[in-house]
């Protein structure tokens, strides 16, 4: 090295494992149950509708719903978002689950499509679970332990089973029928019954379940709100949120003609409340939360924010509540502050209000504040709760309680989340009671990857050029017709043009260094520089890298004077194959990871 010249700091490089290639598909790898989007992608791309139903369904007993209403964890992690946009997953499951789910009347055949363990005709084992609570939790958890042949029992509180899906979501958002479908298609599992209109701690104390069934699940869920101690807070026409929305979609609505509403929350709570609103006649309806939109801030979803805009609702976002002003007996407004900081250098919620304080005329407040759930049925049951009001977990495998005999999952488990975490969370139960009544290991799941190359790759570029393009939403007035739901799903067409532009993360370009001649004609070819060549001292890679170069060179001396390393980065990569069409001697090739899924 010359006098004064200056070392080039080292890249860290990875070399890929399994755990690499499956956290390839982001997809995937962000939703909670690890449905293989990109594989149900593929399949509608190809008119494959049946796979690609069944992708959906195969470890989801609730695609359907997801299809309609699912906070999509999977466009979170979408690489095409890197791109531009991420791809619409979600709406693609729906347009597959109208063709294919429980919603078109059948059934049997949707549950034929899961891998969950067992089958669908299970030799019965003799034993008996039962499900405190018919949500997506409990009735997940009772479909995967149906398959492996318990005999399930489901008790619900109230007359209908869905949960938050029927008591929560407003019925214009989803669609009842398709709620009935996907609960009656588990319920055709012979062993599995139903008790509705069971009030546990009321009608059946939680020791006669404990004498009648092996094991125990909770998935109550938090189905009953919040509020905050501001002033006034405890006026006669200030209410919870969830109140509201179980009367509305359980009861008689209220007739909120002669009422200027206010509610306070930003989430989808929040919007379901304004929006409802709207549906029961209110003429104004104000919405202040201290989340700031333009910051992404906001917990809840883009389209119910902009369902609730072109429905009329206004959003005070950056605004906290600091008291409910009455006059003369009678609520005249909200008084809010303007938003310095809603979280701490450090992320942690810690809100600052500081500047201009206004008033939000209004007659009415509703909170959407957070949710609490009613667990007085667990006082005199033995079983640890935390300071959050929760059930306490004691073995996250197996989501354990402090009795060893019962399980929870869903909200009441981990707190408010998406109706595809208390799935997941059914089905880690099912397995964890499963593995102690067998007094077995809990199955996982396991994928199986198999490597090829593609002899030829001929995508053309169209599918970057495609931009992401919603659902069609049609007018309506809220008030007029309540119960329409605006939202019509994909043409054909669209289903397939929207699914094409999925970057297909599970294919990538290989090297094979014996025949390759580092002319670089694939790094300079490469449009969104993925690729880049380096020699091996340029690259730090610990023991993995130090193994191959030994394998290669015999030596890692001999390595880093002589060799040189390919280095690829997956997050820039789009996956157009102009590497291995610019490659003359066929050293770069475009591979393909296939996966096969299965419990073991």
């Known amino acids: 090295m010359k006098k004064g010249a200056v070392m080039a700091e080292k890249i860290n490089v990875e070399l890929p494992d399994q755990d690499y290639y499956e956290a390839e598909v982001a997809c995937r790898n962000a939703c909670p149950v690890h449905t293989d989007a990109r594989g149900y992608l593929l399949a509608t791309v190809a008119g494959d509708y049946e796979r690609a139903y069944a992708i959906s369904r195969a470890t989801n007993p609730f695609a359907s719903i997801c299809g309609k209403v699912c906070g999509a964890p ?163 026409d200030v209410h919870k949120g969830l109140d509201f929305l179980f009367d509305f979609n359980m009861r008689d609505r209220w007739d909120l003609s002669a009422k200027r509403v206010i509610v306070i929350g930003g989430g989808d709570v929040a919007f379901d409340v304004a929006r409802s609103a709207l549906r029961s006649g209110s003429p104004e309806v104000n919405l202040a939360c201290l989340e700031r939109e333009h910051l992404g801030e906001m917990p809840g979803s883009k389209d119910e924010r902009d369902g609730g805009r072109r429905e009329g609702v206004v959003s005070n976002d950056g605004w906290g509540p600091e008291e409910i002003v009455v006059e003369n007996g009678k609520i005249k407004g909200l008084k809010v502050k303007q938003v310095a900081r809603v979280f701490d250098d450090e992320g942690r919620f810690s809100p600052v209000l500081e500047g201009e304080s206004r008033l939000i005329e209004g007659d009415m407040v509703f909170m959407a504040v957070g949710q609490a759930s009613d667990i007085s049925f667990l006082e005199e049951a033995g079983i640890e709760m935390t300071p959050q009001g929760w059930v306490n977990v004691v073995n996250e495998e197996t989501l354990q309680t402090s009795k060893s005999n019962i399980f929870v999952g869903g909200d009441i488990a981990h707190g408010p989340k998406l109706f595809i975490d208390a799935v997941a969370s059914g089905s880690q139960a099912a397995r964890g009671i499963h593995a102690y009544l067998t007094e077995t290991k809990p199955l996982k799941l396991k994928r199986k990857i198999t490597f090829k190359d593609l002899p030829e790759y001929g995508r053309t570029s169209g599918y970057v050029d495609e931009e992401r393009e919603e659902r069609e939403e049609l007018p309506v007035d809220p008030a007029k017709d309540p119960e329409f739901n605006t939202t019509l799903e994909y043409a054909e067409a669209e289903a397939k043009e929207q699914a094409s532009r999925c970057l297909e993360c599970h294919i990538h370009p290989t090297f094979e260094a014996d025949i390759c001649i580092l002319c670089g004609g694939c790094v300079d070819v490469c449009p969104s520089y993925c690729l880049s060549m380096k020699s091996v001292d340029r690259v730090e890679g610990g023991e993995d890298l130090k193994v191959l170069a030994e394998m290669e060179f015999g030596d890692m001396a001999v390595a880093q004077e002589q060799g040189s390393v390919m280095l690829f980065d997956p997050l820039k990569c789009i996956r157009c194959g102009m590497c291995a069409q610019k490659c003359p001697t066929g050293a770069c090739k475009m591979s393909v990871n296939e996966f096969e899924d299965c419990f073991a």
Request: glycine share 12%.
């Open 74 to 236: 999977c466009e979170k992690g979408c690489r095409r978002s890197d791109v531009d946009e991420a791809v619409v997953i979600r709406n693609i499951k729906g347009f597959l689950t109208d063709k294919r789910g429980p919603e078109t009347g059948d059934l049997i055949t949707p549950l034929t499509y899961s891998i969950a363990p067992g089958s669908v005709n299970p030799e019965l084992n003799g034993k008996s679970v039962g499900v405190i609570g018919g949500g997506c939790a409990g009735y997940t958890c009772a479909h995967d332990l149906a398959r492996l042949g318990y005999a399930v029992t489901i008790y619900e509180r109230w007359e209908k089973s869905g949960g938050q899906l029927v008591q929560g979501v407003p019925i214009n958002r989803l669609s009842r029928k398709v709620v009935a479908n996907e609960l009656a298609s588990i319920e055709m599992f012979e062993h599995v019954e139903v008790k509705n209109g069971v009030d546990v701690g009321k009608d059946i104390t939680m020791e006669e379940l404990e004498e009648a069934h092996e094991a125990l699940f909770i998935g109550v869920g938090l189905a009953q709100g919040r509020s905050i101690p501001i002033g006034n807070y405890d006026h006669p």
